[in-house]
């Protein structure tokens, strides 16, 4: 995980997302992820021939 967050950091990328389990969230939290309750998403998905679920 260190050698990734490494490698995406040389491509300048500035947010990291992930979604641990609580058993691994102590692991993340080392390499200095933080908890946020304002985390918020949504996947727009279309069926085949447009309709939307």
């Known amino acids: 995980m260190s050698a990734l967050l490494d490698e995406l950091r040389t491509e300048h990328v500035t947010l990291f997302e992930l979604h641990a389990s609580q058993e691994a969230a102590p692991l993340y939290r080392e390499l200095g992820f ?3 309750s304002a985390l918020m998403r ?3 998905l279309e069926e085949p ?3 939307l679920h």
């Open 34 to 36: 933080a908890s946020s």
């Open 42 to 44: 949504m996947t727009h």
């Open 49 to 51: 021939g447009g309709r």
